[in-house]
């Protein structure tokens, strides 16, 4: 290279330098105006990781790891002396979630799956929510989807947000679980419903031809805010110690489906029915709820099966509670036996890392059954290992389980 076009690349560098040093503040206001166009709305917010482009469209992206440690006894004398102790970890929540708006800050949407080793195969993903609404204003929205039936509290609060390790066996017995359909809500200061047209009752992840499926089902709920004005805080089954006021909830729910008239449904009618209570102090709650099931079964006569339970909790710091939780399913005597029905006693205490938060906590739980379990784990809890009970012909036995969940 000549040293007259080396002297004049090092001038023009020097020149150019001294440009960028002149507009310095005008290219960083520019390189911000850059960066805020590809991101304005990014970030961690209320549970979520949130992305979105500062208007109408958002997406939040969120979790849920928890892993349990689990010990069951049994009678030696009813499952031999191998299966009498049985021990492990398993994992019944990994799920993934995301949801947001599109378009108009009216339209959301939700997709949520989990990897739960409950899952056939162990840890394959299973989709449970993938639905789309639209928010009509005056307290209506229209969801349709894949979704949590609008019939038992315990399926529409989240199992992060249980009391316990996870929903009750009284729910399990008769559990509603994520159909397909359509379903409106609405919700004024003191009442709100939901009603809807789906394809039945464990339809969850079906085609239109499966024999999961029903001819056509109906559903409602009803609920009403006796004392206290938020609905959030039924969102859970705890009321922390910060909580403003008393809250009193009153709901009912009815589920009735019908099969047999089109291809691939089986021949059965079906009524679910149920009604619950919940009363929340600043530190402490009860819950009831009562199960009811009229299965109508074509040239296989009808049974009646019912279930119970209550339950409560109280703190005794920001951080503690203690939980406790009585359980009573009773099948139909006609179709399987005297003595078939069975009680369940369920104790423990949850360690919220953060107060006021579900995000990281620590669960210790025992349970004890007072009846053979045999009948309820064999046609009632399908996938039973989420209790801790394997089930026996006997009475007494007992779990002791650990857990760790984290939500990001």
Not at 42 to 67: H, K, P, Q, S, V
Not at 144 to 162: C, I, K, M, N, P
Request: charged residues 20%.
């Amino acid at each position: 290279m000549s040293q007259t076009k080396l002297i004049s690349i090092v001038a023009g560098m020097a020149v150019t330098g001294v440009a960028f040093a002149g507009n310095d503040a005008e290219l960083r206001a520019d390189a911000a105006g850059r960066t805020s166009a590809l991101a304005p709305a990014a970030g961690y917010n209320n549970g979520f990781f949130e992305i979105g482009d500062g208007a109408n469209n958002t997406l939040r992206f969120g979790g849920t790891t928890t892993w349990r440690w689990n010990m069951s006894f049994r009678d030696d004398e009813a499952v031999g002396d191998q299966n009498d102790y049985t021990h492990g970890f398993n994992a019944p929540v990994q799920r993934l979630r995301v949801h947001g708006t599109i378009w108009d800050k009216a339209l959301s949407y939700k997709i949520q799956g989990n990897f739960s080793d409950e899952n056939p195969g162990g840890g394959v993903f299973a989709l449970e929510e993938a639905w789309g609404a639209y928010d009509l204003e005056n307290g209506v929205t229209i969801r349709w989807g894949q979704q949590s039936l609008g019939l038992h509290r315990a399926q529409l609060v989240d199992q992060e947000f249980q009391q316990g390790m996870g929903r009750s066996l009284a729910y399990l017995a008769f559990s509603s679980g994520y159909v397909q359909g359509v379903q409106v809500h609405y919700s004024a200061d003191m009442f709100r419903l939901i009603a809807g047209f789906h394809d039945g009752i464990g339809s969850q992840n079906s085609d239109f031809n499966s024999g999961a499926e029903m001819d056509y089902a109906l559903n409602l709920r009803v609920e009403v805010q006796a004392m206290g004005n938020d609905w959030n805080r039924w969102n859970d089954f705890t009321s922390f110690k910060s909580a403003a006021d008393n809250g009193l909830l009153i709901g009912a729910g009815i589920n009735w489906q019908s099969g047999g008239e089109t291809g691939g449904t089986p021949d059965v009618d079906a009524l679910d029915y149920t009604v619950d209570f919940a009363f929340e102090g600043q530190g402490f709650n009860i819950f009831f709820a009562g199960y009811g099931q009229h299965i109508d079964a074509g040239g296989g006569g009808d049974a009646d099966n019912f279930g119970l339970e209550l339950g409560g909790g109280f703190f005794f710091s920001d951080q503690v509670e203690g939980f406790a939780r009585w359980d009573w399913i009773i099948p139909d005597d006609d179709v399987f036996g005297d003595d078939s029905d069975c009680h369940f006693i369920t104790a423990g205490v949850n360690y919220y890392m953060s107060p006021d938060s579900h995000a990281v906590k620590f669960t210790v739980q025992a349970a004890y059954a007072l009846n053979e379990t045999d009948v309820i784990f064999d046609n009632f809890i399908s996938s039973n290992t989420r209790t801790g009970f394997l089930g026996q012909d006997e009475d007494g036995e007992i779990t002791f389980s650990a857990q760790g969940q984290v939500m990001w």
